[in-house]
T-cell receptor, first 112, second 116 residues
């Protein structure tokens, strides 16, 4: 069975600095997708960035980028120039055939 | 375009009482999901619908939970009777199409249930 592990329950970063959130997963499949979702206090899950497993190039969305290491089954999220609005829970998710498996999340604090 | 709508946002009930949650997905989205999110955890799938058909309900505790999506649009999730351990956030999500490698899921704001 697939699993997703986020080993950092909480992290803090100074505003304008860079922070990296870690995620590892376990699967025997070769074709799948990996997502990072953000969940602010409003509880609405918001897609931050996605990565197709068949693509070697790391995905980038403005200040958000990933380091996807398929062989190591690692999928970390880097947030550059952190802003106060980035404070939230971040969930790493594995997706295959419409089924999402979420990690337990990392709570990110932004220090002004 | 309106997002996924859920109601109520909050619900407090006593144990053994019934409770129902409602979800209206994004217009045109065929697939609808119900998730439960316990405190400090990621969401876990309860049931997935393709139109009005429940195609994955393997994680739904069928002794007390039920769900329906009669016309393939909005959906209701019910718990009867509720137990203390059912306190959680219940999230609804929808996605636009099937038959592709992945479907981006759009989430609603959730219903926070507290069972006393």
């Amino acid at each position: 069975a697939q699993t997703v592990t986020q080993s950092q329950p909480e992290m803090s970063v100074q505003e304008a600095e860079t922070v990296t959130l870690s995620c590892t997963y376990d699967t025997s499949e070769s074709d799948y997708y990996l997502f990072w979702y953000k969940q602010p206090p409003s509880r609405q899950m918001i897609l931050v960035i996605r990565q197709e497993a068949y693509k070697q190039q790391n995905a980038t969305e403005n200040r958000f980028s990933v380091n996807f290491q398929k062989a190591a089954k690692s999928f970390s999220l880097k947030i550059s120039d952190s802003q106060l609005g980035d404070a939230a829970m971040y969930f790493c998710a594995y997706i295959r055939d419409d089924k999402i498996i979420f990690g337990k999340g990392t709570r990110l604090h932004i220090l002004p | 375009e309106a997002g996924v709508v859920q109601s109520p946002r909050y619900k407090i009930i006593e144990k053994k009482q019934p409770v129902a949650f409602w979800c209206n997905p994004i217009s045109g989205h065929n697939t609808l999901y119900w998730y439960r999110q316990n405190l400090g955890q990621g969401p876990e799938l309860l049931i997935r619908y393709e139109n009005e058909e429940a195609v994955d309900d393997s994680q739904l505790p069928k002794d007390r939970f039920s769900a329906e999506r009669l016309k393939g649009v909005d959906s209701t999730l019910k718990i009867q009777p509720a137990e203390l351990g059912d306190s959680a956030v219940y999230l609804c999500a929808s996605s636009p199409k099937r038959g592709v490698s992945y479907n981006e899921q759009f989430f609603g704001p959730g219903t926070r249930l507290t069972v006393l």
